[in-house]
């Protein structure tokens, strides 16, 4: 696991500068902090570069990344963890391929000699992004994992086409623009972001399970998109009835889960667990500490309020399985004191300081010498655990129930859910014509953050909001969903794939995976995201994910072996971090970062709020008059107006390529 980052120029002749990657390495030694390399290729106008974290095969010389081939014609820089690697190693060398190093990252150009590059991805497993120069076809693949889980961006400049995994790394290169987009501000201060797009102009992402393809032609880079995986569930039709026998699908998933936790078991250090008080971690580690011969190291974080706080599950979980428990209890003086550092890795606005609370879990994942921890991430994905996938499952999925039993069904979650109401749940029904025509309803999911629009459009600059009064945002989300994945498929199903391109990628993966994991030098292998056991669950019914009013049904009874009987029992519970308005010591330090970010001069000199707008909404927040929902939705968008401010701050402010060349100084890496 490790930072990868490239320089691919429209003229051969034109050598990429050496320093400038190993700088774009070294702004990112977080991710790598065990060793850097870099490569350019004669005569091409190519040149790689990468901070490794080493995981698998030691050994920093044998494995130092950028890899070249031994006919001198493929470049590789590899970010993530190929699963069933020795496999396919022992596969190829009984074919003839000679390996050099004992890393899995070397299998990708072995497999693309033999196979070429669409083969090649139907053998990968794990979680990954890469970069690879083809010199024969003078061409570039820049190619992302099926749901996303390594972050991967790219952009064009005059001399040609820079990518890395994070912003920062492009920003490292001089010839690269930091200004925001007008519409990259407003989604920021609204959550929800267009996939593949960013905050910045010209900046995008290499969308999850795809491949942009930089070719040299007449003079000119040509730039192409393809997709070779998507959010496939069955036909609405295809699904068994009612009375089908769920024994099988339970089965199913608990064989599935099993092969997906062995695989992301594989490295050559050792291997933890983050447990909260969720079915999804509690069945991880369970799975773990069945499968290893040694105690699991498990870790948790514990809030200073009861109504957030799940140690108490955690605990009982880790004692079931012999873990030995590592439990971090956070108040909020720690949230907000490390707010402008996480920005810093998350590269986005977050509404909830949960992100600030996983970066300081990653620290102290770092400070025990733990470099790789198992995840329950994307298990809601799959199986429908979140209250939106229940909602649009009573509004939309249930039609042969009658009227009474649905809106009971409904008052429930709502009821139980209350404290997530204007965050993971709208305080209000919102109608966005653009999904409405896409997919025949509004889901769920999204209606918190597109119903923010507007509070949010107001906040945005004048002269700025001038740019963006006619943009619809839901629009330019629900344009970029392929239709084809949508059509004929149960309410259920759409709205899932609808999170899974939105939320899940934008938001889970990134400023509450990745980049906080990643900012101390942590991996995190989400189990429930192993390609084949999620196209094992876009199988399953949809009454079997929500049977009744209970979520995750399959999953639930697949692990009930191994489950505490409490948790068996216990509706899912959003994991979040108490917003600010719960806590006056927390809205305190709220106060405290505005008052260096939220201030007139601050504002101003950014030219990205309009400051009257700010200060109203502050006071709206301290207003009595306010209902504890909307006091929810306002901690989120001045979460992101902090946030804003604060990219800003780090990203257009700032020297960044200075800053890169003065890092590479510190850690003594030269080209």
Not at 90 to 114: C, N, P, W, Y
Not at 520 to 528: I, K, L, V
Not at 634 to 650: E, K, P, S, T
Request: contains cysteine.
């Amino acid at each position: 696991m490790c930072g990868i980052a490239g320089i691919f120029n429209l003229r051969a002749e034109q050598t990429p500068v050496a320093q400038t990657l190993v700088n774009m390495a070294a702004i990112m030694h977080h991710r790598g902090p065990d060793g850097f390399g870099y490569q350019i290729m004669d005569d091409t106008g190519v040149g790689f570069s990468h901070a490794r974290l080493s995981i698998i095969d030691l050994n920093e010389e044998r494995a130092r990344q950028p890899f070249v081939s031994t006919d001198g014609n493929l470049l590789l820089a590899h970010n993530g963890e190929f699963y069933d690697f020795k496999r396919i190693r022992a596969d190829l060398t009984a074919q003839g391929a000679r390996f050099r190093t004992k890393s899995d990252s070397e299998i990708v150009m072995h497999l693309f000699q033999r196979e070429g590059l669409d083969e090649t991805l139907k053998h990968l497993r794990g979680e990954f992004a890469f970069g690879l120069y083809d010199k024969q076809d003078d061409s570039m693949y820049l190619v992302r994992d099926r749901f996303g889980i390594k972050p991967l961006y790219y952009t064009e400049t005059d001399e040609g086409v820079v990518f890395g995994s994070e912003l920062k790394v492009l920003f490292a290169h001089p010839s690269v623009k930091r200004e925001f987009s007008s519409e990259g501000l407003y989604h920021q201060l609204i959550q929800v972001m267009v996939p593949g797009s960013t905050a910045f102009e010209g900046i995008r992402q290499v969308p999850p399970g795809h491949v942009v393809k930089v070719q040299r032609r007449n003079g000119k880079l040509e730039l192409s998109e393809h997709k070779y995986w998507d959010v496939n569930f069955p036909q609405e039709s295809e699904y068994p009835g009612d009375d089908v026998d769920e024994q099988p699908y339970i089965d199913g998933v608990r064989k599935h889960l099993l092969e997906a936790v062995q695989h992301r078991l594989t490295a050559d250090v050792p291997v933890g667990c983050y447990l909260s008080g969720g079915i999804d971690s509690c069945a991880i580690l369970g799975l773990s500490a069945a499968a290893t011969q040694t105690s699991v190291k498990a870790f948790t974080i514990g809030f200073d309020s009861d109504a957030y706080d799940e140690t108490p599950i955690a605990q009982e979980m880790a004692e079931a399985t012999g873990a030995d428990h590592h439990i971090m209890r956070l108040n909020a003086d720690d949230l907000y004191d490390h707010f402008v550092k996480t920005i810093w890795h998350t590269e986005r606005t977050i509404y909830n300081t949960l992100g600030v609370a996983k970066y300081l879990m990653s620290q102290q994942v770092n400070q025990v010498n733990y470099k790789v921890v198992l995840t329950g991430e994307g298990s809601d994905e799959l199986f429908a655990g979140y209250p939106a996938f229940r909602k649009d499952m009573f509004l939309h999925g249930l039609d042969h129930l009658p009227d009474s039993e649905r809106a009971a069904w409904q008052e429930l979650l709502e009821k139980n859910n209350k404290l997530f109401k204007g965050a993971m749940l709208a305080r209000e029904e919102f109608v966005s014509p653009a999904f409405n025509a896409k997919m025949g309803f509004t889901p769920s999911c999204v209606q918190p953050w597109l119903s923010c629009a507007n509070v949010a459009l107001p906040l945005i600059a004048e002269q700025r909001r001038g740019e963006v009064e006619d943009y619809d945002p839901g629009k330019a989300i629900a344009d970029t969903l392929d239709a084809s994945m949508l059509k004929g498929r149960h309410p259920l199903d759409r709205a899932q794939y609808v999170w899974i391109k939105t939320m899940l990628e934008g938001q889970i993966l990134t400023w509450g995976g990745d980049r906080v994991d990643m900012a101390n030098s942590m991996e995190a292998r989400p189990a429930f995201l192993d390609h084949h056991l999620a196209e094992y669950a876009f199988t399953v019914p949809p009454h079997l994910r929500i049977k009744g009013n209970k979520e995750k049904y399959v999953l639930r009874e697949a692990m009930k072996g191994l489950l505490p009987e409490t948790l068996y029992k216990r509706e899912k519970f959003a994991f979040m971090a108490p917003p600010a308005h719960t806590d006056p010591k927390k809205w305190q330090a709220v106060l405290k970062l505005a008052e260096q970010f939220l201030s007139k001069e601050a504002v101003e000199e950014a030219g990205l709020l309009d400051f009257a707008e700010v200060e109203r909404t502050f006071a709206k927040h301290e207003s009595d008059e306010v209902s504890i929902d909307e006091k929810v939705q306002l901690d989120a968008v001045i979460n992101h107006m902090l946030g804003v401010q604060i990219l800003h701050h780090h990203f257009v402010k700032t020297d960044v390529p200075e800053m890169a060349a003065q890092r590479a100084k510190e850690l003594g890496w030269h080209a």
